[in-house]
């Protein structure tokens, strides 16, 4: 088997929990959790749930905290965190208009679980450099 080909989703059976189906994870892009997934692991949404931790912010806020992202793309990773329930947004009738953006309660539990994520990249950062320098080394034909 070639480095990087997956086998059949029935290679993983047995090796979990009782509870854990490795086929809820469908590949087909129609698949609903597939879609949630695709969202909350997007890069922008990642960094928006992280910045609405305990505060609500502005859409300029946002954009100048998050460096890369374009007015439009944080628009639209806005909308769609606001569409699955995971963003709040108020708009307040004020000239010029005013609109805040805040974690909603099940956004905040999403946020538990990037932080658990960012906590375990921080523990094994050394790990993965270490893995990639190696794999880097044996690719190209270079020693460590």
Do not use: N
């Not at 921080?122 to 034909?141: K, P, S």
């Amino acid at each position: 088997m070639e480095d990087g080909t997956l086998r059949s989703l029935s290679y993983c059976e047995g090796t979990m929990d009782d509870d854990y189906d490795v086929r809820q994870w469908d590949t087909r892009e129609d698949c609903e959790v597939r879609q949630i997934l695709d969202r909350i692991a997007d890069k922008w949404s990642l960094l928006v749930i992280a910045l609405l931790d305990c505060q609500s912010l502005r859409f300029t806020q946002l954009r100048r905290e998050i460096d890369g992202v374009s007015q439009r793309m944080l628009s639209v990773t806005l909308r769609q965190l606001e569409r699955d329930g995971l963003v709040s947004r108020t708009v307040y009738p004020v000239v010029p208009p005013r609109v805040d953006y805040a974690l909603t309660p099940l956004g905040r539990t999403l946020h538990q679980t990037i932080k658990s994520l960012v906590t375990w990249t921080e523990q094994h950062q050394g790990e993965i450099a270490a893995a990639r320098a190696t794999y880097d080394a044996r690719v190209h034909g270079l020693t460590p």
